[in-house]
């Protein structure tokens, strides 16, 4: 996320090592080569060059070197990084490569494949965190705490019914998740003006063999002007991070003196006064939330994605997307180190 | 949707009296009543009152005068509104009235009911725009038209393409709102601190009484303070007037001159130029959708929603979720209009 | 702001009658026809009609009866309400109405003779509240309290110092609201396209007329398209009600059992819980404070407004900027409440 | 900006060199090195040690390596670097360091002095770019372009009506620029909860001179918790950005086939169409000014900075601000190369 995630040393707080590596340059340049590879093996389905020509063309792409100062030459040029990639791999592979495709389809795809591997982690991570307030319910679930509304001590309840409140939504955004996988999991392919038409009448059973052979599914048409599949998920990855948003203005509120009904270990040094212990990451899920409640309105009007490209609209979801889902990895990272440090929960 | 669908005349151009009526005080009054009537009726099976006080209690709510500048000051001192509503209900149905309930049960069923009656109305009205771009695809989809991509005239395509990239978004739209309806059509009712304490062993089974009476279904747990389906639901409604907006945009984009891909009866008038003719519908729907794109961010926000209840939060999704739903509601009633204004695509 | 401002009940929660008025539809009319009566008188300085033709034609504006059905019929139609509205004034006063103007003329002047009004009226509000808050630093101001950082108690302060952090920002928003008063105060006069080229030679003498005679000084040229100075005033709105926020949310943290650093009196009535008083003003100004955070980028958003008049993101303003303008005006009627319950600072 | 600023292949596109070393990591650390070798310098005036003791102290500061994997380990651990980057401090040059001083008088004041380094190179550009326009003015000003409203053709116009409507909100930007710059310029000077008791009765001398030798004035009082001169930097920034998206969409719609009103040299080569020369430096406009209009009300949420420090919501600003600088400086370069290449404004 953002340069914070890479900062000497914000990125203490803000990076997700494991979240940043599935966005990470060498991630997307893979997916990339993967997608160029694909397309030079499917080629011959639509009859744009021979199997051998294409087997040979793929294999020669995913050996070449990529010479990233030209390729950050060529996006300064072009807009996108893609027609000085096709440079790089027809001077390494010769000419069986990317025609028929676009750019669009190129990036798409590689970002799809960044976002299905997040959707992945993330769901095992939501498992991890339901398990976590699992067994913070089973040993704190029955202790009395004070319910409190409109910032007002109302009814003493269970703290289980706290802890379900963090973790049911949980629940409902695994759900969400495995919901919303097979959806977006699409390769993107349309050609110069996404109607496939350079792809002739196999365009169906090739855009088929190179979503297979990426792990991804073909949809019946290209959808490079039809964002709402990005915007959804972005939506949902700023539904979980506002969720453990919620759990860390919580775990905040509790820690407070004159409340402390949560005692968490470790963390948290003043410069000024080292009598005080800080509740650190649970104001950094709070800021997670709002970072990315911020953010995901710039993804709703990318929506707005005039004719058949729109590079302004598409380069504001490069901007976005990238920080929305390591944004919500360093939530889902933050949420777990913090439920580890729980010690208590209801009066001392 | 603001105060702009009821102004004299700025209601021209944003009113949506369907959506408008779905989200009006009216609507809002009875779903408060029904629920109030539901839990009279319903309370037998908590204990809360007998049969027989239940049902004539629930039977002079469904009858009871409303003192609206009462409830006005109501709103204005508690900061909210139900605190004198059930006043007023118990000085016209006696006791046997909202006992175990709290605020939050009774506004976000009333909510709910009118979320859940957009969703049926706004699916109906998808199937009309699907089949009005059907239509146009039929008399249009066969001509030529230039494709363009980053603002540029790229390759020719089919007009088919474009009306495409307009419609099957909308096609997803309609399988959304039918994922959603299901998960959104639940009854909210936890009580004071949202864990049904005051409602028993029999809890469930109330809870189960009073959403069926609504046409709902009963969560197992409150969900006063997880605000995860409601903020789906509103980034749900901007994914919606965003893919229209996309279409309004290239509507404008194809009735410039010089480009004059479209041809649009009706509307428009300048105070200045008699001439022209302006795509005053298409631009509307580029408003809509940057509209409902930046409010989004505020439900978002929203979900960072402090312990049982936050009276911030929650008043937060009330400024926004109805201007959300009626923004919706009058991009696809704009959407409808100007499809239906198409006598040409394609070059003249 | 949005219809919660004149709801039958949530609008004694979010109602601002004072600054409603000043943003009313009766008042945009007003300003409207001011505007082209104006223009009607000062027509003679462009050669547009005679002294005489003109004065009698801006007497007729001003006694003109407006058919509100027509003019919501004109502005479903046009997309704005002045091409009906010159053709009403024009059939009571004559042609020499409204030559060489164009809408965005009309209505920016009339949003701006709206947006003056509220800079004055709320820089009189902050004035009251700084008073008020001084009030209380002399009760209070040397109580000691305890200071708070990152949600933990930190070392003890005088309730001055928190106090004045409440009060210093509004000291500053009255200095920025008198630096941007004459900024702000211009008419708009461009006709057409913005160029002024029907007002002849003497357009500038003829735009300083105008001016004067609303109240408004005339810049060198129309800002049709340069939106920078209103999303600076949307700007503003934002910074009043955020700093506003911080007071509310301070007040709550404040008010929670466990702390109890302030008593409020009245106010706040729970429906399940007798015994709670909240602090609903406090919240609501949390509430306004981050709905007006979420809208000002919608007026950021729309200062990409293309070519000479943008349909799109002007539309978008009229949704917005409105409703900044009564959620600043609400909050500061919120804040002068809360002030004046505040009947305790420091410990019991 | 983002990651992408720094990204291998998209910082060709978002890279802005001269800005982002401004808010570089060595930037940052030069600036808190910088305050803390003025803090110990300026100790004598408050008592906080002698004259000798802050000179050696203060020397030994500007000396000081910096262990960056520690800094990253403590901000990991506090939440903020500034508690580990004081022990390092400490360790090199004993005692006479940060007493009374809090980590947010540190970040506080070396963001304000990356902000002021900041503001005066954009008044520098912004003065380069209202040249390049009058250049262009006087080239192509007197020639007759067609003026658009609302998407369609309104009137021939001068090219000088549409050069100033993007010269001249420069040109106001530039003045709010200069009316900015000395409100900002202020250190932030505190202690532990903003009221700066620790520094006793030379307070205010001893902030005049922290302020004096890092080139800024000393407010009254701290600004921890008042974050309206931040957010409205902020602002203005957006305002900036705002402006050039409006040039840049004008120029992308000028540059459109069927309109074309300019030529572009060099730049926007495709993947597909060799033929296609893109905008795309007029589109990157568009995205960084709808990039900046989303991040702006992350800051205004901002405000809401609850007690005396609110670790969520400085955090916000910290991952939003830097980049809002750097998305306004990526904007003005790429205003400077996009008008260079302007080689013809109106008919070919």
Chains 1, 2, 3, 4 share one sequence.
């Not at 959808?223 to 979980?240: V, Y």
């Not at 949560?262 to 899920?285: W, Y």
Request: proline fraction near 4%.
């Amino acid at each position: 996320m953002t340069e914070a995630g890479s900062h000497p040393w914000l990125s203490g707080l803000f990076d997700d090592a494991e979240t940043a590596r599935l966005w990470s340059p060498e991630a997307q340049l893979a997916h990339m080569r993967a997608f160029e590879a694909a397309w030079s093996r499917a080629g011959p389905i639509a009859g744009l060059w021979s199997r051998d020509e294409g087997a040979a063309a793929a294999e020669a792409i995913e050996r070449a070197e990529v010479d990233l100062q030209a390729l950050r030459d060529g996006t300064a040029r072009d807009g996108v990084c893609v027609p000085e990639l096709v440079r790089q791999f027809k001077a390494a592979a010769g000419a069986s490569v990317h025609r028929g495709a676009t750019s669009q389809d190129v990036i798409d795809t590689a970002t799809i494949l960044c976002l299905v591997a997040t959707l992945d982690l993330f769901e095992q991570r939501l498992n991890d965190l339901i398990l976590s307030l699992s067994a913070l319910e089973d040993r704190f679930g029955a202790v009395s705490i004070m319910g409190r509304t409109r910032m007002q001590a109302a009814l003493p309840m269970l703290a289980r019914t706290r802890l379900q409140s963090w973790s049911v939504p949980l629940d409902r955004h695994r759900t969400r998740l495995a919901a919303l996988r097979p959806q977006i999991s699409v390769v993107q392919i349309g050609g110069a003006v996404g109607d496939r038409a350079s792809l002739g009448a196999n365009a169906a059973e090739f855009s088929e063999a190179v979503a297979t052979s990426l792990g991804l599914s073909a949809p019946p048409q290209a959808w490079h002007s039809a964002r709402d599949g990005i915007s959804e998920a972005a939506s949902l990855l700023s539904l979980i991070s506002g969720s453990l948003g919620k759990m860390g203005q919580d775990i905040a509120l509790m820690a407070q003196q004159g409340v402390e009904e949560i005692l968490l270990s470790g963390g948290g040094g003043s410069s000024a006064m080292p009598h005080k212990q800080n509740p650190v990451l649970a104001e950094l899920l709070v800021t997670l939330a709002r970072y990315n409640a911020t953010l995901v309105a710039g993804m709703h009007q990318s929506l707005v994605h005039e004719q058949e490209r729109s590079g302004a609209a598409w380069a504001l979801e490069w901007l976005i997307l990238p920080q929305m889902a390591q944004t919500t990895g360093c939530a889902l990272g933050a949420a777990r180190q913090v439920l580890a440090r729980i010690t208590r929960i209801g009066p001392a």
